[in-house]
Structure formats: C-alpha cells, structure tokens
C-alpha cells in the first residue's frame, strides 16, 4: 500500500500539520509529490484540497481509520516537490507556519478563468459558400448573408469584431454552425503585460573585463563551483550585459533563468533590454499585474513557453523545472526581505533555491550590501570587480554643499546656490536634470516651533504628512484631518511643515526655473498600473527638463540626456532609528550620483547636506565604497550587528497594550529560560544575548500596539536551535495565544 503526507488546503490555518491517506490504486501511478489532490476531511467526509508533501509505504495510523484520496483536481496547478521542500526550509529559517511558507512559494493559489479568443472560420469550401450566399439573398436572410460575405473575403473572422461591427448575434452564429458553413474555435490567449517596440536579437561586445567576468562565472558552474558570483560594478560599467550573457548560455543548454529586480519602478528599462536580446522568452511578474495576468504567466512558465522570468522577489519562485541561473540586480535593496511571514530574505532563499535544483546564483550592485560584501570578502562568494564604466563613460563630478553655510549666508531656499547654477547652465544647454529627495507628498511632519509638538496619526504614532488643500495623511492606514492653525498642545501659532516634499520641490523648480518642463516621480503619480512606465517614457522623450522624484528614481534608469543630478536632502536617511542608516544613506547618494553622465556628455552630481563630514557622505562622494565598507564593519564588529553576528527578532502585537506588556515579560523569561537549558544540555554553541523587550519604531500601527525583542548571537545554529525550542512554548502558553507573534532573522527593514 501507498500513503500520502499531505498538507490540507493552506487557507485553514489552524491545520498546520500533515495528515495521512491511501492512496488507491488507480491513482498511484499518476500522484507524486508535490501534487494537489481532493481528500475527506472530518466526520463529515468534507472535501478539502490538499497538497502531497510526501509519498511512504509505511502506516502512521491505524490502517482500517486511514482514509483514501478522492482524486486529482482538474483544474489543479500543480506543486512542485521542489518549493515544497523550499517551503520546508523558509519555515525552519524565518518562522512560520507550513501553510504560511506554502502559501508564499505557490507562484498563484488558485486558477482564474482564462481570457479566451473566439474566431469565426469558413467550414466548407467556396463554391458551396457562393450557392449559400445566393440562398441567403433571395430568402433577405441579412445577417447570415453579411457574416457570409465576410469570410468569403477573409476566411477567419475575429468573433469580438464581427459582434461589434457585423451584428453578429449567438442565434445566427448557432443557425451558421447547424448548417455546417462555420465553425467557432477558441484558443486561449495570454495576456502579455509588456509590449516593447522593438523586438529583436541584440548581442553586444563586452569589453575585455565584462568578457573576462563571464568566462569565470561560467567556467566555475562547469566545475561545480555553486559559490554565488558577486558582482560589485560601479554605475554604468555593464552588469546587465554581463546578465544577458550568462543566461544566453544557460538558455543554451536548455535552461531557464530568473532575474530579481528590486521594484516594480525597474521593469520599463530593464524588461525592455531583455526583451530586445531574447524576445518572447521573456515574461514579467510583479505585484500590479491583475489577478489574469499573473495567471497567464505563471501558466507560461509552466508550459515552457517562457523562459527568463523578470520580476522582484515573488519571481523566484516561478515554477521552472530546469532553473539555471538566478540573477540578483541591485541585490542590496532592502525590498529583497520581505515584510510579511515568513519574513524571508530572497538573497538567502535563492541560494537554498540554486542548490536544491543545480543553479547559480549572480548578485549585482554598485554597492552591495555590507552583508554580501562581507561573504564575498571570507570567501564564501566570489567577487567580481567592475571599477569602470563602459569605454567612453566616466564617472560624474561629485560636489559637496554644506547647508550650514547656505543658512548663514541667508539662503533658505532648497536649492543651494551652486546648486541653482549648475541647473541653469544645463537648462541653457538644453540637457537633462534629476532632483532626488527621499520624501512624498506636499510636505512632511507638521511641527510647533514654539514647543516641538509634532501632529501624529491618532492609530499609528506616526507624523502626518500635509499635502495639497490643507489636507493632512498618515501614510500607513490614510486617517485624514484638516491642518491646524494652532498647536493643540501649547496653542502657539508658529505651527508649520517641514517643507521638504516631492510635490513642493516640483513647483518650487517649476517657478524658480520658468520655462523648465518639470515631471514628478514618487508613489502618489505612480498609483495607477503603468504610472512608473508613463513617466519614465516621457522623460527618456526629452518631454521634460527635469524629474523630481523619491528614490524609486535613482535605481537603475539609464538616462543619457541627464549630466546633473541634485540631492536635495542627503542626510534625511542618515540618523534614522536604524543600524542600517548609513549603509542606506550611502548607497542612496552612490546610486543617485551614479545617474548622471551615462550618455556622451560628463555628469555632475551635487550633494547638499548638513553632515559633510560623516564617512557616509564622503565617501559617497568619492564613489569609494572600500572606505565605507572599512568604517561600517568596524562599527558592526563594536556592536555586535550583522554580519558580525546574527540578530533574531521577535515582533509582539496586541490590541490591548497591557496584555501585550504582560505577554512579552513572559516571553522574555522563556527566552533566558531556552536559553539556560540550551546551555545545560551543550547545544548553545555560543553565546546569546536578549535585548528588550522595547517598543517598536512604529509603536502603534491601525489600532495595534507593538513590541520587539531581539536576540544577538555569532551562532546561526544556535539561534535557530533555540527559536525551534521555544516554537511550542509560544503555542501552549494560554497568556501568549492572544498575541499575534512574529520571527524575523537579520531584519533588513525597522520594524
């Protein structure tokens, strides 16, 4: 006999185990692992959809209780075993449940009805066509007669377009079909996202040191060297030719390749180039495609008939069967780790991906994550340097302004004077401008100068942001009110903004530079589907002098017209409540720099900040990330940060803030309790520090209170020894189920 493992349908929650069925006979040569199949489930012989995590011929149960499995779906998408055992491993890694990692790694959770193509075709030849048509005329049979002309000239007839513009109707199309004249067919049609201009075979030859790059990589998969390339190229030195060359090997050999994009900001430039080297091949996945579309791609992928799949993190778990290659751009973007459980990191997890299907893994930046570079520097990847641009690109000129000074030559405005200058020189010109300011909206938090009091959502301790006709927004859960006129706290009338938004910056460059086509980029002109690729099109057709934008305009855009790129706020990121905040900081103003002079023409970079002399900036500035890297991990190693150690967080959430304070002061007693009996039993491998419980950077968030603890430790294993010991105490104890209680390893992203 036959047995499966399944795990019953993932929206249940709370069945987050396996349960065992026979499988009958005639479907033992059908079902395999990571199958979707039809069991009974309870005494009421409900039928469940389940998913085969494994197959055994041994009986956990009593054999006469077992039930059998009723049978294959239909219209199942199957499971691949592999993101089966993927899931497994996110589970173990990042904290969740089964059905939580399952429902992460299934590329869509449930089929949708298939957008189809009707046509109308000629069933019979012409001559008996013409004796019909005089038939049709003399009984004045007139639409029968007109749909009939119409195929006589074009034997395949669109049914959408004959509907519209021939009045065809169902009853005439079933008299046509009865008497055997047409025939209705239907093929299905995949609802292709991006529709790129030029499509086309476009290799390109690498310089020598691109060339060099991927006769390595390649020749280190030959050998079985699955260590990931790290790929640490200055801006503009080529990586995404590299990219394309590697996976047009690997496609010769009958592969398939999957390319991580950071945001959705990315996929009109780069969907584009990959379309132009590989065609139809190509396909996209991303949040903003509709339910159908995703459906399609998901579909084709499946099918073979795609074989690069582009997209940010959800794109890695596309469901080739013969990966290759996974590519990682911009890998030290920290929308790579994701916000929801299991908080997984998609760098790790395409390792783990790579391994278990035979792959290799390439990560790209111009500044790559201090974690990455760390790895590469131990020796566990392999890095590759790129500290060129292209032959005939330079890098840009890097200025440093220091407001300070502006302020006290009694320059209050955004644009500093040099700033203002360089911005006229290019509009006379006739070239492009980027202005980067990490905010949005009108303006940010409104504050009382007399007091300090800071306007805060009344659900989410966070400060509201002013925007347009005196309207006020919190940005997490879009509680509105009206501006005050008086502080609420000392009734002072010196209240006012931080005047430092997207949406102001635009029209301050609109009347400072009358004449200057301005365009805006951030996520309020991006809500609608296509707003990224609308803009960054009108740009590229020079409709505008310059683009005003948060960062999502900073990463990746390759803009030949742009010789200036002004940061207008370059240490708002910087004192953040993070350890992150200077990497981040650092690798915005590299990135930022990086966009100007990618043409013919020499860029400019101008960097206005009230910090000049923070290593950060400075080296920012220089383009020179050893120096950076240098003076960050020393900080980490004082600190005990990753990658110097490994930090666990547990993140509590409650409604009720006093049965949240109680329930983390329990949770804090198991964790030194684990950890104690961890020592006893020799399984801590080194030690473990407890920090917290504390609040969290947003405290309250829609109604609900949050708390974090944190555990720091050199040891991996240890850590994750000690979160599977504590798992089950966290389930049993009556006082912690009313929380909502998360892990997260290594946070990327403040919490």
């Known amino acids: 006999m036959k047995y499966a493992n399944v795990i019953v349908d993932i929206s249940l929650e709370k069945l987050d185990r396996?349960?065992?069925?026979?499988?009958?006979?005639?479907?033992?040569?059908?079902?395999?692992?990571?199958?979707?199949v039809l069991v009974p489930f309870g005494n009421g012989?409900?039928?469940?959809?389940a998913y085969v995590v494994e197959l055994t011929d041994e009986c956990e149960w009593d054999p006469e209780r077992v039930k059998d499995i009723i049978g294959i779906p239909e219209r199942g998408i199957p499971l691949e075993g592999q993101l089966i055992a993927l899931a497994s491993w996110m589970r173990r890694m990042y904290g969740s449940t089964m059905n939580q990692a399952l429902k992460t790694v299934l590329p869509?959770?449930?089929?949708?009805?298939?957008?189809?193509?009707?046509?109308?075709?000629l069933a019979v030849s012409w001559e008996e066509a013409e004796k019909y048509l005089a038939f049709f005329e003399k009984k004045h049979q007139k639409a029968r007669l007109r749909i009939l002309e119409a195929l006589l000239k074009e034997e395949r007839l669109d049914y959408t377009a004959a509907v519209k513009d021939l009045g065809l109707t169902a009853q005439t199309t079933k008299a046509l079909e009865e008497l055997g004249l047409v025939r209705l067919e239907t093929d299905t049609v995949f609802r292709n996202p991006v529709k790129p201009s030029e499509v086309q075979p476009h290799p390109v030859k690498l310089y020598p040191r691109q060339q060099e790059t991927v006769d390595s990589i390649l020749k280190r998969a030959a050998e079985g060297d699955r260590r990931p390339s790290l790929i640490h190229g200055v801006t503009g030195s080529g990586k995404t030719e590299i990219y394309m060359e590697l996976i047009a090997a690997v496609l010769e050999e009958g592969k398939q390749a999957v390319v991580l994009i950071p945001e959705i900001a990315l996929t009109f430039q780069t969907v584009l180039r990959f379309y132009k080297r590989f065609g139809d091949l190509v396909s996209i996945m991303h949040s903003r495609l509709s339910a159908g579309e995703r459906?399609?791609?998901?579909?084709?992928?499946?099918?073979?008939?795609?074989?690069?799949?582009?997209?940010?993190?959800?794109?890695?778990?596309?469901?080739?069967?013969?990966?290759?290659?996974?590519?990682?751009?911009?890998e030290h973007e920290g929308s790579y780790k994701s916000e929801t459980v299991p908080r997984?990191?998609?760098r790790e997890t395409a390792i783990e991906r790579a391994r278990m299907s035979g792959a290799f893994v390439v990560l790209g930046s111009a500044t790559p994550s201090v974690d990455s570079y760390e790895k590469a520097r131990i020796g566990d990847y392999q890095l590759y340097e790129l500290p060129l641009r292209v032959p005939g690109r330079t890098l840009p000129d890097t200025e440093?302004?220091?407001?300070r000074e502006e302020l006290r030559m009694g320059n209050r405005s955004i644009f500093s004077a040099r700033l203002r200058e360089l911005i006229e020189d290019r509009l006379a010109k006739k070239q492009q401008i980027m202005l980067f300011l990490n905010r949005r909206g009108y303006a940010g938090f409104v504050s009382c100068r007399a007091c300090g009091h800071v306007i805060k959502c009344p659900h989410c301790d966070v400060s509201l942001s002013l925007h347009t006709g005196g309207r006020m927004i919190c940005h997490y859960c879009g509680y509105q009110s009206a501006a005050p006129k008086k502080c609420p706290s000392c009734g002072s009338s010196y209240?006012?903004?931080?005047?430092?938004?997207?949406?102001?910056?635009?029209?301050?460059?609109?009347?400072?530079?009358?004449?200057?086509?301005?365009?805006?980029?951030?996520?309020?002109t991006t809500k609608q589907k296509g707003g990224h690729e609308r803009i960054l099109e009108a740009f590229s057709r020079h409709e505008a002098d310059i683009l005003v934008g948060t960062q999502m305009i900073v990463k990746g855009h390759d803009f030949?017209?742009?010789?200036?790129?002004?940061?207008?706020a370059a240490d708002l990121s910087l004192y953040a409540g993070d350890y992150h905040a200077s990497e981040r900081t650092f690798q915005l103003l590299t990135q930022a720099a990086g966009r100007a002079g990618r043409g013919a023409e020499k860029g400019t970079a101008v960097i206005q900040t009230y910090s000049p002399d923070h290593y950060s900036v400075k080296a920012a500035a220089a383009q020179d990330y050893e120096s950076f890297f240098r003076q960050e991990m020393e900080y980490r190693r004082l600190m005990q940060y990753p990658p110097a150690a490994h930090l666990l967080g547990l993140y509590l959430m409650s409604e009720k803030e006093d049965e949240l304070e109680r329930g983390a002061q329990v949770i804090k007693e198991l964790a030194l309790q684990a950890l104690k009996e961890m020592e006893k039993s020799g399984d801590a491998k080194a030690e473990i520090q407890v920090i917290g419980p504390a609040e969290a950077g947003v405290s309250k968030l829609r109604d609900v209170y949050r708390r974090v603890l944190y555990l720091k430790g050199s040891s991996l294993p240890a850590l994750l020894a000690w979160k599977e010991r504590i798992e089950p105490e966290l389930d049993h104890r009556e006082e912690l189920r009313i929380l909502n209680i998360q892990f997260d390893m290594d946070p990327v992203n403040p919490f």
């Open 295 to 330: 459906y399609d791609q998901f579909e084709r992928a499946r099918k073979g008939e795609v074989r690069v799949m582009i997209g940010p993190r959800s794109a890695l778990f596309t469901p080739f069967d013969k990966l290759g290659i996974i590519v990682i751009d911009e």
């Open 344 to 346: 997984y990191h998609a």
């Open 18 to 36: 396996t349960f065992q069925y026979r499988v009958p006979d005639e479907l033992e040569a059908s079902i395999r692992e990571g199958m979707q």
């Open 495 to 524: 209240i006012g903004a931080f005047r430092a938004g997207t949406q102001q910056v635009t029209e301050l460059a609109a009347r400072e530079f009358p004449g200057a086509r301005v365009l805006r980029m951030d996520f309020d």
């Open 108 to 121: 869509v959770r449930k089929a949708v009805r298939e957008k189809v193509k009707k046509s109308l075709v």
């Open 400 to 403: 440093i302004v220091d407001l």
């Open 45 to 49: 012989r409900r039928v469940l959809t």
């Open 560 to 568: 030949p017209g742009v010789t200036l790129v002004g940061i207008l």
